[in-house]
């Protein structure tokens, strides 16, 4: 009370000696200002958190000293007169915060200094941009801080458009600017409220809400400021992909140029950029490892693109533009040779009262996890809002459930709806390349609800079963800055029961030429999938195949009955016609892949198409494989699993790892999209190769013996580490080696790397536990090694032979490392194959060295490679 009565002296003698033209000190009314306002909102004097008891007291005594000095401030606004517009905008933030004060004729009393600084400006500037822009921001930092209510967002509005209403010029700019704030308290109060909830997935929904307000606005600091805070919480989540789709919002909103970079763009520590074009470009580094870490390869794709074209023609960064296109080569790799679990979409309505603005009575389109079952997606839901109802149907609810003050949640999975990219269409391209367009880059999705009219057929249900075809069209592609967006349009149709058996032969048509394709293209896949799919087709007793629809439409009843449907019958006869020779493909390669087990299985399934196919060519006409079917068989690449086998295969084992695809991704399930590990190859077929290769080798009996056992030693090595991972497979042709090792030689440390470099070629000795291959190692990045030899230098008393055209005769060595021994049988010596040492024998002693040298290597057949890289080129 007595710092009050000061306040009060002070104001006094302003008014008296400092308020005159001649005499006017702004630092003087601005430090009052300040100083009032501090008093005002000090901790001490929020009467609302104490008890009542105290509460009671103070007012007893001393009154609301909160009221008082805000009446005084108000009368020291009024009382500045022409001097008002040197105090905006710097004093709309300490009269905002004095407005907040939870006490209703305060807020009453001081809400109108608002609207005068609205006039003051507008008579100055015609305009009051300044005002909006100092209100919008100081709001959202004291609103987010703890400050206003929702009986202040309804006093806001209402006493400012009273005041806007009646003034002659700002009617209609003014009412624009009370209902645009009037929106923005609306998100920042659902901001608040949930900023601090466990629930993340409400949190980003309200970040959104608020960001997308600033982007509406142009407020591109506050969109900024809300886009990182956005990015935190994906990546909390591992969210990776929508991590890296709002950073390039960010991104989007620079250029590649030389302009300096203002203060706001730069928000976060970690952007050490002076220039537009180098924020620009730590973003776009940042962002393809996100969409490196999602599994999102494409997109990364894109925006390297973008920035390789920089690298090589702007800035002319060459090591730069190097890791760059090294990086995009295994992102290729990648889209390829790694499978990619295909997510489920879920369409879920909020339906009732119950549910906060942003959700009340909205249908969304939910973009699920990798394996996510619809139960466990539900029971997330529903952990969420543990008062809710699950809807047991998935029509559209009523009003009554609309209006309802409860909960309902309404969920089910709809199925996206393929956008192939221009530049694939009516073209052969893999599976693999356009299963990503199949689930991503989409924002139109379906869901399909059999409906039956008329009576029910028990000879037929075809008969009379329609589809009620509804299409959810989302306001953003999925995947984008969230995993779910609003659905903006719903539209239905009905589809006939002809309608949709022609749907139906459609797909199973298009199932059975894409496996057709798959399998003449990788010899390796496992056969169950396409033994289930033909004979569920070719075997009455198993589906009825078509012969339902025959029943249903291809009788003189049904053709008087609907007339109009006679095109729609021959199309159907055409499609059933077209399923013989992709039938007939796949039977054919049935055959030859079917296991002795299955024979009888796939005599019976070719006895029944043989049926099959003479009814249907009798009845509807002979149709031949198209010849595309043949050139895909050269054209498309093979299926794109890595496989792998044991050594004791023809084929050497190639273990991808799967931190060499993505540093955080974590494997694929096993048999994830029909794909299974590839069966191990005969051993028979090993002993065949070895035979074919050591025929000149008197101890072929005993090696093989030795192989066996070392091999058996790599298997038990192999299921005790890699057992339970699901390793991704690369395809290989490989020429399996003999060795020719002596049984007497101490075993080669498992570190060691011996590169001998001769005039253009290189001999790598690097042990592998699983075997070798002779096939030019893949491209893709490799640690560099840790050291490299010059000319003339020698590595264990062994020379690199330079211009030499007969080696020098092998030292005699000293230790037990016999490194300089090479093989003698030159079909074996292989650039990239060393032999494996067996294990070591300590006690027996080094072997006598060989009087004859060794031949010759043999001519190079590759370039030169570099000594340092380690790469084979």
Not at 162 to 171: I, S
Not at 449 to 476: H, L, Q, S
Request: glycine letters at 4%; one cysteine or more.
């Amino acid at each position: 009370r007595v710092f009050l009565r000061a306040i009060n002296q002070y104001a006094d003698m302003l008014n008296k000696r400092f308020l005159d033209q001649a005499n006017f000190e702004l630092q003087l009314w601005n430090n009052y200002f300040h100083l009032a306002v501090a008093f005002l909102t000090q901790e001490s004097l929020q009467l609302e958190n104490f008890s009542s008891t105290k509460r009671s007291k103070i007012l007893n005594k001393y009154g609301d000293m909160r009221r008082q000095i805000g009446f005084e401030i108000r009368d020291m606004w009024y009382n500045l007169g022409q001097h008002k517009i040197k105090f905006i905008p710097e004093m709309v933030g300490p009269i905002l915060e004095m407005t907040l004060i939870p006490e209703t004729e305060l807020r009453r009393a001081t809400i109108p200094i608002f609207f005068d600084m609205m006039q003051c400006e507008f008579h100055s500037t015609r305009s009051f941009q300044m005002f909006e822009n100092e209100i919008i921001t100081k709001l959202d930092h004291e609103v987010e801080g703890g400050r206003g209510d929702e009986q202040y967002k309804v006093l806001f509005e209402k006493i400012l458009l009273d005041h806007c209403r009646k003034h002659k010029y700002l009617a209609k700019s003014g009412e624009n600017f009370v209902i645009l704030v009037f929106r923005l308290m609306e998100r920042l109060l659902d901001y608040r409220t949930i900023m601090h909830d466990e629930n993340k997935e409400n949190r980003m929904s309200c970040t959104v809400n608020v960001l997308n307000f600033y982007k509406e606005i142009e407020r591109e600091e506050m969109y900024i400021r809300y886009l990182y805070k956005l990015c935190d919480l994906h990546k909390e989540c591992d969210n990776y992909t929508e991590a890296a789709y709002t950073l390039l919002l960010h991104a989007k909103l620079l250029k590649w140029s030389e302009e300096p970079c203002a203060a706001h763009l730069t928000q976060r520590d970690g952007y050490q950029a002076a220039t537009q074009g180098q924020l620009k470009d730590q973003l776009y580094q940042e962002i393809i490892h996100y969409f490196d870490k999602g599994k999102m390869w494409e997109e990364a794709i894109a925006l390297g693109k973008e920035l390789a074209e920089l690298y090589e023609n702007a800035m002319f960064d060459y090591e730069q533009l190097s890791e760059l296109l090294q990086k995009q080569a295994q992102f290729y790799e990648n889209i390829v040779k790694v499978i990619r679990p295909k997510p489920d979409y879920f369409a879920v309505g909020y339906y009732g009262q119950g549910f906060p603005t942003f959700l009340r009575n909205k249908m969304f389109i939910y973009r699920g996890k990798e394996y996510e079952r619809r139960e466990d997606f539900e029971a997330r839901l529903l952990t969420q809002f543990p008062n809710a109802e699950k809807m047991k149907t998935t029509s559209p609810p009523g009003e009554d459930i609309k209006n309802s003050p409860g909960q309902y949640i309404q969920c089910f999975i709809a199925k996206p709806i393929l956008d192939l990219p221009q530049k694939f269409q009516n073209k052969s391209v893999s599976e693999q390349i356009l299963s990503f367009y199949t689930v991503n880059e989409v924002h139109r999705f379906q869901y399909s609800r059999p409906v039956r009219k008329g009576e029910k057929d028990p000879d037929n249900e075809f008969a009379n079963m329609w589809i009620e075809r509804t299409t959810y069209v989302t306001i953003y592609k999925l995947p984008g800055i969230l995993r779910w967006f609003e659905v903006k349009s719903v539209s239905s149709v009905e589809i006939s029961p002809l309608e949709n058996a022609i749907e139906t032969m459609q797909v199973t048509n298009e199932k059975i030429n894409t496996m057709v394709q798959q399998h003449l293209n990788d010899s390796n896949l496992p056969i169950n999938p396409l033994s289930m799919l033909l004979n569920g087709i070719v075997d009455p007793a198993v589906m009825g195949g078509f012969t339902n629809y025959e029943k249903a439409f291809f009788t003189e009843k049904y053709m008087q009955e609907h007339p109009e449907d006679h095109e729609k019958i021959e199309k159907l006869k055409d499609l059933i016609a077209w399923q013989i020779p992709f039938l007939d493909e796949g039977i054919r390669i049935h055959g030859e892949k079917v296991t002795e087990a299955l024979r009888p299985f796939h005599e019976r399934m070719e006895a029944c198409f043989k049926q099959l196919k003479e009814k249907v060519e009798k009845q509807y006409g002979v149709r031949s494989v198209p010849s595309s079917v043949d050139d895909k068989r050269v054209s498309r690449p093979r299926s794109m699993v890595r496989s792998f086998t044991m050594p004791s295969s023809p084929r050497p084992l190639s273990v991808a790892s799967v931190s060499s695809v993505s540093s955080d991704s974590t494997p694929s399930r096993p048999g994830s999209d029909g794909f299974v590990l590839e069966p191990l190859l005969p051993k028979k077929m090993h002993y065949r190769s070895q035979d074919k290769l050591d025929k000149d080798d008197i101890d072929r009996d005993k090696k093989d013996k030795k192989k066996e056992k070392r091999n058996s030693k790599h298997q038990e090595i192999f299921d005790k580490e890699f057992k339970a991972t699901d390793i991704t497979m690369q395809q290989s042709e490989a020429v399996i080696l003999s060795e020719t090792i002596s049984p007497l030689r101490p075993q080669r440390p498992k570190s060691q790397v011996i590169n001998v470099m001769t005039g253009e070629r290189r001999f790598s000795v690097s042990p592998s536990a699983q075997g070798s291959q002779q096939v030019p190692p893949p491209v893709t990045p490799r640690t560099k090694l840790t050291f490299s030899l010059q000319p003339n230098m020698e590595l264990n008393g062994v020379a690199s032979p330079e211009k030499a055209v007969v080696p020098p005769p092998l030292p005699v060595k000293g230790s037990m490392g016999d490194y300089g021994h090479v093989m003698e049988n030159q079909e074996l010596a292989s650039p990239t194959t060393p032999p494996l040492p067996p294990p070591p024998q300590k006690h027996l002693p080094p072997p006598i060295p060989s009087k004859t040298p060794p031949p010759p290597p043999p001519k190079a057949t590759r370039k030169q490679t570099s000594v340092d890289s380690g790469i084979v080129q």
